[in-house]
């Protein structure tokens, strides 16, 4: 199979998760990565990137949800966001083993290799219409996130 294009290599480094103990490699994005974003697919063994700036479901849900900082809106991207591998994407980063979404422990710890990374990709919400796209983001961007 031809390598995708749009798949992006990105660092990963060791971490260990809080609950479980165990230690795996896990991305992260570099410095100098201002207005890019990974979101974590519900089992924490798939990942999606985000270029923001410019994106134009990143400025659709700037100008519905209209918030200060970034967080409403990603959250609310990554609920609409098509699933990777089979798995919902989300803010949260989560351990790959036991699927804890508690904060990793001494992350990031030593570099390990990297992982090439897909586009996140809104294919089933670009369907939808405009008024009910504007609901969606409203309804995820809600700090209990509709879940
Ligand atoms: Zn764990």
Known sequence: MAQDPRLRSIATFEATCADCRETFPAPLLGDFSYGQFLLYGRRGTAYAYLDAPGHPIWELADSVIQSRDGEPILRALAAVA???DGQPLGTDRVCPLCHS????????????GSVEIPPVTFAAFDRLADEEKRRLLRKYAAPSGGR
């Open 82 to 84: 098509d699933p990777v």
């Open 101 to 112: 979404r508690r904060d990793w422990e001494s992350w990031p710890g030593p570099r390990v």
